[in-house]
Every structure is written in C-alpha cells, then in structure tokens.
T-cell receptor, first 116, second 111 residues
Framework: SQTIHQWPATLVQPVGSPLSLECTVE??????LYWYRQAAGRGLQLLFY??????ISSEVPQNLSASRPQDRQFILSSKKLLLSDSGFYLC???????????????FGNGTRLTVT | EDQVTQSPEALRLQEGESSSLNCSYT??????LFWYRQDPGKGPEFLFTLYSAGEEKEKERLKATLTKKESFLHITAPKPEDSATYLCAVPKSSSASKIIFGSGTRLSIRP
C-alpha cells in the first residue's frame, strides 16, 4: 500500500532563517505531488504541484519554492522566512499519468510552522 | 473563476441528531468532487469521490450526494467521534491536476 511521510511535524523558526520541508511517498511510482498551506480555521491553499521530476507549477507568488529531485520526493523551501509564512503545511500525492484523471489526493500529517 | 463554498462554517449537533453539510461549486465541466475529513492537527483523510449528478456514496453514518451545482454530506445519527472538519474539493476547470478546496465545515457532536 502507499504511504506518505512528511517531516518535521512541528517547526519554530526565526524571521529571515531558511526553510526546508521534505515529503516522500512510498508504494507508487510517478505520482503527482502537491504542497498546500492551511491557515488557522481556513481551507487549503494550493502552493505548488508537480507531475514529474523537475516539473514544478507554482500557484501563488510568494516567498517559497519547491523542488522534486526524485520521483517520490518533494521539498518545500525558503531562503528567508517571513512572519506571514507561518501555517500548517501539507504534502499530498495522487495517481499520476493516465490514472490522474479524477484521482483523489492523499495527505501527509502536515508540518506546523511558526515563524517568530 | 472556479470556486468551492461550504456551509455552514460550524455546526453543533446533539448525538443522534441528523443533519447535512453543503458544498456548492462553480466549475465548468465538473471532473469529480471529493469529500475529506480532517481531525485537529492532522492531514485530511479522503472519504468519497462523486463523479456525476445523481450519484451517491455511503460510509458508515455518512452519505454524500451530488447535483449539478452542489453536493451534500448527510450525517445520520452522529456520534461524538464524528466530530471533525469536513472539506470538499474539486479539480479546476483549467487543469484536473489542480485541486481546490472549500474552507470546510467544523462539525461538533455533543454526547
């Protein structure tokens, strides 16, 4: 069966420091990968998605970037964090390729980021 | 513009008191609607996919239905463990790979 791992679970970082959140998926190949952010009591905002290695689509202009160095690895980064980057970050995967049509997302357990 | 709107924002029910949550959407050429359950501090857990108007899916005390404009999540005789935030989501018109979410309904069931 497929599993998704996301770490760390919580993170407290000062303003201006760098960020690296990592997500890996097991049990599937060529998945679509996603990063979402969820503000307190709000819905999920799509940040980035990727349909393959090195292929990243950015949905919202911001202080963050994403990379996909391997098929099942997705990384969210920032060179200098802002206070407004605080939130709950969620990685997700769905079936890729021809199976991606109507394929639901499956989420990790998220990273709670607090920028101080 | 593609949009997903959920109502109510919050709902408090007594154990055993049935009700419905609403998800309305404005997407051209719907290619599926997803329901998720999210517990505090956790990632959303997939519940259902609905593909076409008239379709229904059931899981324990939950039943999801779909029309051309909206979806309902009916909860029958809920228990305290059904307390969670329920989210609905749809693929964008421009790309089925981009999934957009409503802001959710926070459901609380009192024993």
């Amino acid at each position: 069966s497929q599993t998704i791992h996301q770490w760390p679970a919580t993170l407290v970082q000062p303003v201006g420091s760098p960020l690296s959140l990592e997500c890996t998926v097991e049990g599937t190949s060529n998945p679509n990968l996603y990063w979402y952010r969820q503000a307190a009591g709000r819905g999920l905002q799509l940040l980035f998605y990727s349909v393959g290695i090195g292929q990243i689509s950015s949905e919202v202009p911001q202080n963050l970037s994403a990379s996909r160095p391997q098929d099942r690895q997705f990384i969210l980064s920032s060179k200098k964090l802002l206070l407004s980057d605080s939130g709950f970050y969620l990685c997700a995967w769905s079936q890729g390729g021809a199976s991606s049509y109507n394929s639901p997302l499956h989420f990790g357990n998220g990273t709670r980021l607090t920028v101080t | 513009e593609d949009q997903v709107t959920q109502s109510p924002e919050a709902l408090r029910l007594q154990e055993g008191e049935s009700s419905s949550l609403n998800c309305s959407y404005t997407v051209s050429g719907l290619r599926g609607l997803f329901w998720y359950r999210q517990d505090p501090g956790k990632g959303p857990e997939f519940l259902f996919t609905l593909y076409s108007a008239g379709e229904e899916k059931e899981k324990e005390r939950l039943k999801a239905t779909l029309t051309k404009k909206e979806s309902f999540l009916h909860i029958t005789a809920p228990k305290p463990e059904d307390s969670a935030t329920y989210l609905c989501a749809v693929p964008k018109s421009s790309s089925a790979s981009k999934i957009i979410f409503g802001s959710g309904t926070r459901l609380s069931i009192r024993p």
